[in-house]
């Protein structure tokens, strides 16, 4: 099993930016991807960006594609989503999970373990 906690939430304008971090511990030797996922209110739990814990090969929604940014510190075993140019749509509670499913990391389905949420509020 892998522990999940992540930070870096808040409120910011539209425009703006934000950088959220995810931190593993526990099992991450067996972890294939970790994944950034959001839901909004009344709306199903969508992919935002995930990257391969070992090659670091990225995928992103086109809705955030030039805009978000995933990274890795595999010494830190964390996870960053660095947020640019914000916009109210974007806002969701987050969550980092993590898969050991090889193939395109994008459906929440193959995700077995996740954090528990930190909130993103864009305001217009």
């Known amino acids: 099993q892998v522990q999940l906690v992540e930070s870096g939430g808040g409120l910011v304008q539209a425009g703006g930016s934000l950088r959220l971090s995810c931190a593993a511990s526990g099992r991450t030797f067996s972890v294939y991807a970790l994944g950034w996922f959001r839901q909004a209110p009344g709306k199903e739990r969508e992919f935002v960006a995930a990257?391969?814990?070992?090659?670091?090969?990225?995928y992103y929604a086109d809705s955030v594609k030039g805009r978000f940014t995933i990274s890795r510190d595999n010494a830190k075993n964390t996870v960053y989503l660095q947020m640019n140019s914000l916009k109210p749509e974007d806002t969701a509670v987050y969550y980092c999970?993590?898969?050991?499913?090889?193939?395109?990391?994008?459906?929440?389905?193959?995700?077995?373990?996740w954090g528990q949420g930190t909130q993103v509020t864009v305001s217009s």
């Open positions: 999970a993590t898969t050991i499913r090889w193939g395109t990391p994008s459906a929440p389905a193959d995700f077995g373990s």
């Open positions: 990257i391969t814990w070992s090659g670091g090969r990225t």
